[in-house]
């Protein structure tokens, strides 16, 4: 999944949302620890960015809903 940010944007999209197994959150892929490190570590925002998209795409491939698309919520039929 590719991720269409510039250098400065943070990843966060608002999803919040976290794999109970890798701690990614399904919205951006970020752990809450990354979320506090982008705050108060711009050093780490280059690396943090480029592990996103690998990771969204893993879980993706995994069945779960990454990205936007996560924080919408799952009408039944």
Do not use: Q
């Amino acid at each position: 999944m590719k991720m269409a940010m510039s250098k400065h944007d943070r990843p966060c999209i608002k999803i919040c949302r976290y794999d109970d197994e890798s701690g990614w959150c399904f919205g951006c892929g970020m752990t809450l620890r990354e979320k506090k490190a982008w705050k108060r570590v711009a050093a780490y925002r280059d690396v943090i960015r480029d592990s996103l998209p690998p990771r969204l795409a893993a879980m993706a491939a995994e069945g779960h809903i990454v990205g936007p698309d996560a924080g919408k919520k799952k009408h039944r039929d």
